[in-house]
């Protein structure tokens, strides 16, 4: 269960990432690093 939810929050973030990099918008960085936090915290 954790090990899924970990996938699923890493790959949000990653696309959150990768639309910032390609755009050059910061309008959805809150939003990254909530789901990074988020993921840190499944990690452990």
Not at 29 to 40: C, E, T
């Amino acid at each position: 269960m954790l090990g899924i939810l970990r996938i699923f929050l890493s790959v949000i973030v990653l696309a959150l990432s990768g639309y910032r990099l390609i755009t050059k918008n910061l309008e959805f960085i809150a939003y990254m690093m909530l789901f990074l936090g988020a993921n840190v915290l499944v990690t452990g």
